[in-house]
């Protein structure tokens, strides 16, 4: 059975800290996706990033980053530089197929991020 | 614009009273869906569809239906809704064509917050 384990609950840094958000996921499967979802104080779900299971690169985007580590099955995301309009609940999620029937998610990490 | 689009923002019903909420996507997709967020939880799904007629349950489908007669319309229904039912609601979509789009997503609505009384 596929499930994603996000231990921290809530983080709180200054701004300009840096900060990891951990992703850990469990799946039978050989080929699957992983994705991070950003929930502003708005609520709606901003899309963030998909990473396919067979592409272990690492992905960099201005001052995101996300580390995928299949041999520890890790998804970590990496702010840099925290802003306080990064406060927000981070989700991890996996699919174990495509067209994403269904994505597990994970509990969540809220991001506070303080002046 | 491609958009995901739910209908209402917010709700609040009382027990016993029937409601529906609408979804609907204007990206021609085929495959959609519905999540319910609790806190602690995170986001479970509760019904997906991978084309018109064609449903199927998710991992929490007890006391709600679906229904797919349109591409694009996906409507989540309460019969009879109970307080253990006040949630964030997502709707979803995406293409199907996950394998061969690299940048391939599911898109989500911008939720449904029902309160049940």
């Known amino acids: 059975a596929q499930k994603v384990t996000q231990a921290q609950t809530e983080i709180s840094v200054v701004e300009k800290e840096d900060v990891t958000l951990d992703c850990v996921y469990e799946t039978r499967d050989t080929t699957y996706y992983l994705f991070w979802y950003k929930q502003p104080p708005s609520g709606e779900l901003v899309f963030l990033i998909r990473?396919?299971?067979?592409?272990?690169q690492n992905e960099i985007s201005g001052r995101y980053s996300w580390n995928f580590q299949k041999s520890t099955s890790s998804f970590n995301f990496t702010i840099t530089a925290s802003q306080v309009v990064d406060s927000a609940v981070y989700f991890c999620?996996?699919?174990?197929?495509?067209?994403?029937?269904?994505?597990?998610f994970g509990t969540g990490t809220r991001l506070l991020v303080s002046p | 614009e491609a958009q995901v689009t739910q209908n209402p923002r917010y709700l609040i019903t009382v027990t016993g009273k029937k409601l529906t909420v609408t979804c609907s996507q204007n990206?021609?997709?085929?495959?959609m869906s519905w999540y319910r967020q609790d806190p602690g939880l995170g986001l479970r799904q509760i019904y997906y569809?991978?084309?018109?007629?064609?449903?199927d349950k998710g991992d929490v489908p007890e006391g709600y239906k679906v229904s797919r007669k349109e591409k694009r319309n996906f409507p989540l229904i309460l019969e009879s809704p109970s307080p253990n039912q006040t949630s964030l609601y997502f709707c979803a979509s995406s293409s199907g064509q996950g394998r061969s789009l690299y940048n391939e997503k599911l898109f989500f609505g911008s939720g449904t917050q029902l309160s049940v009384l």
């Open positions: 569809s991978m084309n018109v007629e064609v449903t």
């Open positions: 999620a996996l699919s174990e197929q495509a067209p994403f029937q269904k994505l597990v």
């Open positions: 990473r396919n299971s067979f592409d272990e």
């Open positions: 990206m021609n997709h085929e495959y």
